[in-house]
Structures are given as structure tokens and as C-alpha cells.
């Protein structure tokens, strides 16, 4: 859906910007692992190739409108610590889907759901979404907890959907509605006035 490179985000401490060619080494230290891949339907890298490859595939995502991944930055280092991608656009619904990941490093920051934050104000304004799923391991308690903070619902469970690192894993799915996100940011301004 989106027609171009995604635009620069900015956060008080990170900066989203799209991939960009030398990213490859980063984005594979935090591909490689295991404890960042624990809960993904993937198994960790074992390839620089596998940089190359994801890279590849955002450019051409950008190129054609199916996708939009940021490189998550803090803007005080300029270090890339993640992504976080806009995906499976469906036009005439108004609908995609969110995936997230970040080094295992920079967990228990509050980076994911900082983040995530202008990702879902640009899906729910210039993209026009009313509708942002997300896919999760139930196992992954720390990501549940992202999203609903985001003010996203569970939905729905598939048991064992998944077959990856030797064992079957099951999903929760989330949605997002615009009317919630517009329900929080409501709800905010008002504790805010309010205090």
C-alpha cells in the first residue's frame, strides 16, 4: 500500500528510520540470537547472507508498497537495536499487520513500545489503516504486555500453528482498531488535563 521509502520517526531517544545496505552486521547480531528468535517462527541466523537477504527484501518492499521496516536507532548513538515493519497490506480493508523485534541488549527499556508508537500513529494516519494485527507466541509474556499497552486486544488463539526450534508453538492474535488507538490518546490527554 505505501508507494516509497517509509519517512523518518522520531522519539525522545529513538529514531526509525528505513534499512539501509550497511545494516547487514547489526541486524545480524540480532537475528543470530537464539534468546532474540526464542519466541519467532524462525530459527536464529547462521549466515551473514541471511543480513543480505532481509535487506534485500525490504528494498524491494519499499520499491513495490508491500511493506514498510524501520530500523529502530537510538538517536544519542546512532546504534540500530531493531525493527519494526508495517506488512501484509489488505487496501481495501484498511487493514495490515505490525512485527517488532529488538536486541536482546536493549529488553526492559521500554524501546519496543517507544517504538512502536509514531509506527502506529503513521499507520492510523497517512497509510489510513483501521485495523493493525499482530501474531505472537502466548510464551512471549514481554510482548503481550508491549501490545497491550498499545491498547491492542487478544483475539483469538491457534495451538500449535507453528513447528520451529524442534517443537510446535502455538499463536494469540491482537488487533488494533484506530478507534482504540484514538480511545487511548483520548484517555491520556484527559489524565494529563487532569493532573
Not at 519467532?40 to 521496516?69: H, V
Not at 498499545?150 to 508453538?169: I, K, N, Q, S, T
Request: aromatic share 12%.
Amino acid at each position: 500500500m505505501p508507494e516509497s521509502m517509509p519517512p523518518v520517526l522520531t522519539t525522545s531517544r529513538l529514531r526509525l528510520r528505513p534499512l539501509a545496505a550497511d545494516d547487514g552486521p547489526a541486524l545480524y547480531s540480532i537475528f543470530s540470537d537464539e534468546e532474540v528468535v526464542r519466541y519467532w517462527s524462525r530459527s536464529a541466523w547462521t549466515d551473514m547472507a541471511q543480513a543480505d537477504e532481509m535487506l534485500a527484501a525490504a528494498m524491494r518492499d519499499y520499491a513495490d508498497g508491500s511493506g514498510l521496516r524501520y530500523g529502530i536507532v537510538l538517536s544519542a548513538t546512532e546504534e540500530l537495536i531493531g525493527v519494526a515493519s508495517l506488512f501484509a497490506f489488505n487496501r481495501d480493508n484498511r487493514r495490515c499487520e505490525i512485527g517488532y523485534v529488538l536486541g536482546s541488549r536493549h529488553w526492559g527499556q521500554g524501546y519496543a513500545s517507544e517504538a512502536l508508537v509514531p509506527v502506529l500513529d503513521h499507520a492510523f494516519g497517512p497509510l489510513g489503516m483501521n485495523r493493525i494485527e499482530a501474531d505472537i507466541d502466548p510464551q512471549n509474556i514481554a510482548s503481550g504486555r508491549v501490545l497491550e499497552k498499545l491498547a491492542f486486544r487478544r483475539e483469538g488463539y491457534m495451538p500449535e500453528r507453528w513447528f520451529v526450534h524442534g517443537e510446535y508453538a502455538d499463536t494469540a492474535f491482537y488487533g488494533l482498531l484506530r478507534r482504540y488507538w484514538d480511545e487511548r490518546l483520548l484517555s491520556r490527554s484527559s489524565a494529563v488535563a487532569a493532573g
